[in-house]
């Protein structure tokens, strides 16, 4: 990517680790000044401050919950008032709180819906209003093959995925004439903190089920949301593009 987000805000939340980190550092990559949600704050922070003034930009960390409505409220406005606009909105925080359904406790089964699903509906409606105003802006709502295909062991999750695929589809249809764009990244098996605990032999099977024998990797993830950020998708809204090696097929 090159300069091509020069000039824009964006604001990503989870950019501390995993995909939300590669996807802070793409958007760097693109120039764009980037404000990220986490409770922890990125290795790279200062590695990421030093890179970012280089290329004449910035990268703020903001730390907050998402789970706390009015924490993550104030993140967005604080953003805005500093900033005067958010350009790209990366919705990429999530959980898992895995067990098969017969034993789910209603806390797990709350923990995710609220960190995946609801926070995302709360920082879309803090930061679309001013996207509105500006008559443009870029939503990209990070979902999962799981919310597309299902998972046994994983049915809060599978819901809180599903539930930001039809929350993003009406968002795009309630905000396209004004020139808003919502689009959904549903990444499948990608190297993370999240991934990392499986053991090898379900992890080889996993890999075993892919068409391109790989996981993936943040950085496949996050080149695909750069696109979305940009101009150059301009086109695009209202789609859910998976990132999966073909997985789904
Ligand atoms: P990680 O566990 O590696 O990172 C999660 C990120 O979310 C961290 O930055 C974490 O920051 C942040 N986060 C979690 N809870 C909160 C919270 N309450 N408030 C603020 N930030 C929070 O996850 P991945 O990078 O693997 O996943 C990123 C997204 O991609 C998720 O939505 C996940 O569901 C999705 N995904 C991942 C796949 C994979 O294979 N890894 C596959 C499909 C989808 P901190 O802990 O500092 O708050």
Known sequence: MGAEL??????VTGGSRGIGAAVVETLLRGAA???Y?????????????RRAADAGAAVHWRQTDITDEDAAAAAVDAVLEEQGRIDVLVNNAGITRDGLVMRMKRADW?????????ATFVVCRQAVRAMVRARGGSIINVSSVTGLRGN????????????IIGFSKSLAKEVAGRGVRVNVVAPGYIDTDMTRSMNEAIRQAVIDMIPLKRTGTVADVAELIGFLAG???????????????????
């Open 33 to 35: 000044t980037v404000h």
């Open 6 to 11: 020069s000039g824009k805000v964006a604001l």
């Open 37 to 49: 949600l986490s409770r922890s704050p990125a290795d790279k922070q200062a590695e990421w401050e």
């Open 152 to 163: 046994p062991g994983q049915t809060n999750y599978a819901a809180s995925k599903a539930g």
């Open 110 to 118: 709350d923990a995710v819906l609220t960190a995946n699903l609801t």
């Open 231 to 249: 101009d150059r998708s301009s086109y695009i809204t209202g789609q859910v593009i998976q990132v999966d090696g073909g997985l789904a097929i």
